[in-house]
């Protein structure tokens, strides 16, 4: 290992020990910790749950078939420490109702692809952006950006938030060995697995690592939109228990010629600009609770916000939307802080567990109830068409080519 490499690790475990351990921010441990557990844990609901879910992994950490409410698991751990033995292998021990059989193996990949914010299908004209909740977008909506004018294959400059970043914990860069689940153990959650429970992490590269959840999966979100005399849309969802605040995205646009997109609309339900990046993550309630005073997520009481009638209309082919609800953090440490400040802290191990609740919907002609059509159980998802309406869903859910 170069000179160079040990010391991009070692600040960036540094890093991570610092975001990883809020509960004991009042003081930083002596030493460690040697090992970095993460836990994301998710509920779907609405298009979002027919099969293919937002992203390849999703695929494999999908409970299956024709359930309208889906659950996604992702696990991730991190150490300091080379393997005692032989390859790197470390696996981790459910409670029964997980209905993960006795552990899931968590793998070591050789490379790991960074999290990127992409656009679902390149449109071929403009993109229309606009913000906030409201009967008509305020003056000096939308912001419009000419492909055009950019070089082949350039992302929009500023498109997506720089403000808030994404935060997945342990990985191969910030790691000595990593390991992470879904793996291909052909293992997957289900629609009634269950977290709570006592949960232990074992390998030849880590300390044992011991804990027990008291918080499950969330309650899936239910949403309806309202189209508004105005011409604007009203979004409605049920209130989630523990949900700390929501965002919604929507984007869509004009059919230009086979099918392909022309203009893109994109709007958030943000009062500011703010699209992509750690939004599309999984928050801390410390930091939900910070974007919702400063009016980029909305607050848990929320249920209803209205979508602009500019937006409607700048986008009359097609539109998808996606509510999102975060939710709570559960945050362990071995040993626990010395009661005496002058005691030495040999941090061994830390662990967190993020949850969110998701829901997406399609509006456009001839499809109006498609978000509540569902594959029957053991029915393999159709394939995206590559080209057209078939590959902007694609892009989206993370279905298979054709």
Sequence with gaps: MTANRRTIIALSLGAATIAAIPVIAQRAPTSGPVARYDMRAGTLSGFAAMGGGAGGALSMAFGGGGNKVQKELYLRLGSSSLPAKGAAKAEHFMPANAKLGKSVLLSTPKEERGYTDELPQKPKGRILIFWGCGEHAPKGQPVVIDLSKLAAGQMPPGLWTSTIMRDWGPS??????????????????????????????????????????????????????????????????????????????????????????????????????????????????????????????????????????????????????????????????????????????????????????????????????????????????KCKKKGGLGGIVGGVLGGKDC
């Design 172 to 381: 191969l860069t910030n790691s000595k060995t990593f390991g992470r689940w879904p793996a291909e153990d052909r293992k997957f959650v289900k629609a009634d697995s269950s977290l709570i429970g006592a949960h232990r992490v074992a390998g030849n590269y880590s300390p044992e690592i011991a804990f027990s959840l008291s918080k499950d999966f969330m309650a899936p979100l239910s949403s309806n939109t309202a189209e508004q005399a105005s011409g604007a849309s009203l979004l409605r969802w049920n209130a989630v228990p523990d949900a700390t605040g929501y965002l919604a995205f929507l984007f869509g646009g004009k059919m230009g010629p086979g099918g392909e997109m022309g203009d893109m609309v994109m709007w958030t339900s943000s009062a500011s600009r703010q699209f992509g990046g750690g939004l599309s993550d999984w928050l801390s309630p410390g930091q939900v609770a910070a974007l919702v005073r400063d009016r980029t997520v909305m607050a848990p009481a929320t249920t209803q916000c209205t979508i602009p009638a500019e937006v409607r209309k700048a986008g009359p082919d097609f539109r998808m939307g996606m509510l999102t609800a975060f939710g709570p953090e559960e945050n362990f440490a071995y040993p626990e802080r010395p009661v005496d400040p002058r005691a030495a802290w040999n941090l061994q191990w830390t662990a967190r567990i993020r949850h969110r609740s998701m829901t997406s919907w399609m509006d456009m002609p001839g499809m109006a109830q498609m978000s509540g059509q569902q594959p029957q159980d053991g029915q393999q998802p």
